[in-house]
T-cell receptor
């Protein structure tokens, strides 16, 4: 079975400072991992994905995440926060096994606030 | 650009009055999903179509139905909306096994009055 835990429900940073959003996963199979961002009243936008290639994944808008199997983590980082980064972020896992359609398992989300 | 389009963006319906939400895609993905997302919560999968095969989640109320007349379109029907059905409804698509992730539409915000 797959699950994902986002360790912080709210994170507040100042503009220009680093962002760290934490995510731990559990998976019986080799996982695919994703980070999605959702701005208020908008749909979900894919930030980046890990699908068993390079463990350091670069995404859009300067975000990146590192897959650490030994720590079962997939934390999202950005060197310098921008006001436009304020949004809800979801860590998502799915399993890499064949057969029936694999479902996405969502974390509970982290609300990122960026202070001027 | 290939995309997933949801109409309308905002929908207001009366308590108990049937409502239909629409989703279309130009990606030619064979799987289409409907999610319900209530305020400050993660999206919850209601059901999905794998080609023409309908797959309902065990805890999806009977009040929610779906239709997929062709590859491009999928509809969510709420037969008798209650106040508790007010939420953002998200449509998503994927190509076979979603190792590459899903593509989401912008969502429809449903208000029940």
């Amino acid at each position: 079975a797959q699950s994902v835990t986002q360790l912080d429900s709210h994170v507040s940073v100042s503009e220009g400072t680093p962002v760290l959003l934490r995510c731990n996963y559990s998976s019986s199979y080799s996982p695919s991992l994703f980070w999605y961002v959702q701005h208020p009243n908008k749909g979900l936008q894919l930030l980046l994905k890990y699908t068993s290639a390079a463990t350091l994944v670069k995404g859009i808008n300067g975000f990146e995440a590192e897959f650490k199997k030994s720590e079962t983590s997939f934390h999202l980082t950005k060197p310098s926060a921008h006001m436009s980064d304020a949004a809800e972020y979801f860590c998502v896992v799915t399993a890499n096994y064949g057969g029936a359609t694999n479902k996405l398992i969502f974390g509970t989300g982290t609300l990122l606030a960026v202070q001027p | 650009d290939a995309m997933v389009i949801q109409n309308p963006r905002y929908q207001v319906t009366q308590f108990g009055k049937p409502v239909t939400l629409s989703c279309s895609q130009t990606l030619n993905h064979n799987v289409m999903y409907w999610y319900q997302q209530k305020s400050s919560q993660a999206p919850k999968l209601l059901f999905h179509y794998y080609d023409k095969d309908f797959n309902n989640e065990a805890d999806t109320p009977d009040n929610f139905q779906s239709r997929r007349p062709n590859t491009s379109f999928c509809f969510l029907d709420i037969r008798s909306p209650g106040l508790g059905d007010a939420a953002m409804y998200l449509c998503a698509t994927s190509n076979h096994y979603p190792r590459e992730g899903y593509t989401f539409g912008s969502g429809t915000r449903l208000t029940v009055v």
